[in-house]
């Protein structure tokens, strides 16, 4: 029995999912001394202000101009309040995503253990999800092999794999949160600035251009890119998921400890509860300033100069963006943003991946749940193995639009699944004593139907109007 609990405690003393009293630590008061606290968000920010922003929304501009402007904010504030409720679940129970989407009814036997019907989709999106990080790595290798054309981007691609996986498998949370806050927080002030200046150019957005964006217009010959865009911005059904390890792994869930009938419990869990939600808002504030300047370069310079990112020239296309507002110099700044914005998505991606993956090891039953070391180790092996993988599609497919857009329409059809999930939760295994309240309810329920609505609305018109990437 003694022996028992010594390997017990190995296996916990520094896991960051374990729930121990020690852990236990009272929230902050105040503002400032709350931002101290804050980091989950930007490393989601990392992970999905890139490909969704720099080839997905530009893409999207480039085929309908300024009319889908109200689908990007609706791609940037629709899904934030599904981010917020599970990270209040994860916050309060210490349980992540796949762990608690497993418990959600409808099981299927497998190896030692019940999978859920969830679970089983999950793995069955990794293929496309694969794919799309192939996209990834390929507009970085594009960007590399453009700068330094002595390497093709399939090659660069490789080494990017290779770089990726090496700072993954060394680093640690508080690594890759300050790495891509600096990456993020650069290339996003420097698109801004781009923006700002698109009206000193020929190519100067009017009030009529917005107007025209934000009246409802959903043209059928751009369902694909529309679709794609939608799951490769904001914070997507991946990145929800994700933001749950990422929430634990800084210490919510530790800091709040195991739940118990006390007021001090309920107390602490409300406090790390605000913190998550004033991280939550702060994504939601970076990823609109990140997403909507690429929305309006993509419609106001490429839709205008009718040019479409595509194949191997998907780079040097963007790069028109910025050489259209600042001049032929900016072609160095946007290649040498790019690459780090991009580089940024496959960091923090496989970074939140791999946890998932480690996690749904666990829930499956191939690994003990319960021992941090097994997680770590199945955690390495995706770190090699993904970005393997994702870099020989590149190699052979060599289109990051057309990998990241199917990669996006099925996390698209992810996203009223997560929504869904989380409203279980809400409901069924959310402590109610710090459940949320009734105007939060109503607004998770109407993104949810809002989701529900236009997935509807997107099949509708694929099957009565012809449409085309």
Same mark, same amino acid.
């Given at each position: ?25 009272e929230p902050p008061v105040g503002f400032w001394n709350t931002v101290k ?18 080839? &997905?929304? %530009?893409?999207?501009?480039? !085929?309908?101009? +300024? *009319?889908? =402007?109200?689908?990007?904010? @609706? ?89 990726t996986a090496t700072l993954i498998l060394s680093g640690t949370y508080r690594f890759l949160?300050? &790495?891509? %806050?600096?990456?993020?927080? !650069?290339?996003? +002030? *420097?698109? =801004?600035?781009?923006?700002? @200046? ?103 310079? &490429? ?11 998907? =780079? ?108 279980? &939760? ?44």
């Amino acid at each position: 029995m003694a022996e028992n609990e010594d390997i017990n405690a190995e296996r916990h003393s520094e896991d960051p999912y374990a729930l121990r009293s020690e852990y236990i630590q009272e929230p902050p008061v105040g503002f400032w001394n709350t931002v101290k606290f804050l980091g989950p968000g930007l490393i989601l920010v990392g992970s999905v202000v890139g490909s969704g922003e720099i080839i &997905l929304t %530009t893409t999207l501009g480039a !085929t309908v101009g +300024f *009319i889908m =402007l109200w689908w990007m904010l @609706l791609s940037c504030w629709g899904k934030s309040i599904v981010q917020a409720e599970l990270g209040r679940y994860a916050v309060s129970s210490g349980q992540t995503a796949l762990s608690a989407f497993n418990d959600i009814p409808g099981k299927f036997p497998f190896f030692r253990s019940k999978m859920s019907w969830f679970i089983l989709l999950w793995f069955l999106q990794q293929i496309p999800g694969l794919m799309g990080g192939g996209g990834i790595y390929g507009g970085a290798g594009q960007a590399m092999s453009m700068m330094m054309p002595f390497l093709d981007s399939r090659y660069w691609t490789i080494v990017v794999a290779i770089v990726t996986a090496t700072l993954i498998l060394s680093g640690t949370y508080r690594f890759l949160e300050k &790495l891509l %806050t600096f990456m993020v927080v !650069t290339f996003t +002030f *420097i698109t =801004l600035a781009c923006a700002v @200046l698109l009206q000193f150019t020929e190519y100067a957005i009017t009030w009529a251009d917005v107007g025209a964006g934000l009246r409802f217009d959903f043209p059928a010959f751009a369902i694909a890119a529309a679709l794609a865009a939608y799951g490769g911005t904001g914070v997507n059904a991946g990145e929800s998921m994700a933001y749950t390890y990422w929430c634990t792994e800084k210490g919510y869930a530790r800091f709040t400890g195991p739940t118990d009938d006390s007021e001090g419990w309920v107390n602490r869990a409300r406090g790390w509860i605000r913190v998550m939600q004033t991280d939550v808002v702060l994504t939601l504030i970076v990823l609109t300033f990140a997403t909507i300047p690429f929305y309006m370069l993509g419609a106001g310079v &490429l839709n205008r100069m009718g040019q479409m990112p595509d194949g191997l020239d998907t =780079l040097s296309i963007l790069s028109n963006m910025y050489t259209q507002t600042l001049g032929q110099w900016a072609w160095w700044l946007f290649m040498f943003g790019g690459f780090f914005v991009l580089f940024s998505t496959v960091v923090s991606g496989l970074g939140g991946g791999s946890r998932m993956m480690a996690d749904v090891m666990g829930v499956i039953g191939v690994i003990d749940p319960n021992d941090y070391k097994a997680r770590v180790r199945v955690r390495r092996i995706w770190a090699v193995a993904a970005p393997a993988i994702q870099s020989v599609c590149y190699f052979f497919i060599k289109n990051p639009v057309w990998m990241l857009t199917i990669s996006g329409t099925i996390g698209a059809m992810m996203m009223p699944l997560v929504a869904g999930n989380t409203i279980y &939760l809400r409901y069924f295994r959310v402590d109610r004593r710090i459940a949320p309240g009734r105007k939060s309810d109503a607004v998770l329920w109407l993104c949810f139907l809002a989701m529900i609505g236009l997935a509807i609305y997107a099949i509708y018109l694929q099957f009565t109007k012809p449409a085309s990437l």
